[in-house]
């Protein structure tokens, strides 16, 4: 799963972004994030657990908020040799990919846990493993606009899905707790997700690059996102 991640990256060792091409692939970004979210949402409620998704959501966008300005406060921020607000918003991006990682790798642990045992798990687990590849691009994407190179943007891209794997194993073992705790979880992950991409990763493609073809560029990114949801989804439930 985290290895599919890093082949989100694979284009950027092949083009070079100009700002026009920076902003659409900011607004690319969106759509992945903002879909992302959409399937956070409905794997909580799924759950049986509405109310506790809404009190992650709010947690999660408050919780972003008291980074960023703590952020701010802390002075010069520097991350791969960006500084100021581009790092800034390179910590934050990186950090929720990563936090929203442990809300996958808990499903996929509990699945294993569930009724059908290691075959369940498996596709789930490679469904997920597809999942990341156009997430590894929106996080490759933020990265390769402010100028990291291909190799870093590939590592920092493995780097947001490693919770994946690490929290599996503990979510089959403490399936029955990790089931209780996932709706939170999966709301808290998507409303840090729905705020950076509305407070940030939007206006900044808005200043590279005209409204319609960022408009149409994260369109495109949430119908495919979402088909690729649906497809697996109904590929799960037939082999079930």
């Known amino acids: 799963m985290a290895a599919a991640t ?7 060792f092949f083009v070079e972004l100009d700002p026009h091409w920076a902003g659409i692939c900011n607004g690319m970004a969106a759509g992945v994030m903002l879909a992302a979210s959409f399937d956070l949402i409905q794997e909580g409620q799924e759950h049986g657990a509405g109310n506790w998704v809404v009190i992650g959501i709010l947690a999660g966008g408050i919780f972003i908020l008291l980074c960023k300005k703590f952020l701010e406060q802390y002075g010069e921020v520097s991350m791969l040799d960006i500084n100021g607000a581009d790092a800034t918003k390179v910590v934050l991006v990186v950090g929720i990919m990563t936090l929203h990682s442990f809300g996958e790798g808990s499903g996929v642990g509990v699945s294993f846990a569930g009724s059908k045992g290691f ?14 590849i156009p997430e590894g691009l929106a996080v490759s994407m933020v990265l390769a606009s402010r100028g990291v190179s291909p190799q870093n943007a590939m590592l920092w891209s493995v780097i947001t899905s490693l919770p994946q794997p690490i929290v599996a194993v503990p979510a089959f073992i403490c399936a029955d707790a990790f089931n209780k705790f996932l709706p939170f979880c999966t709301g808290f992950a998507a409303g840090c997700m729905i705020w950076m991409v509305v ?5 900044d493609a808005f200043k590279e690059a005209s409204p319609s073809p960022v408009a149409s560029a994260a369109t495109l990114s949430v119908a495919f996102m979402e088909a690729l949801s649906v497809m697996f989804q109904s590929f799960t439930h037939e082999y079930k």
Request: aromatic share 4%; net charge negative.
């Open 6 to 12: 890093g082949l989100g990256a694979v284009p950027f």
């Open 119 to 132: 075959t369940q798990g498996l596709l789930v687990t490679l469904a997920i493993a597809v999942h990341n």
């Open 199 to 203: 407070a940030e990763v939007l206006p």
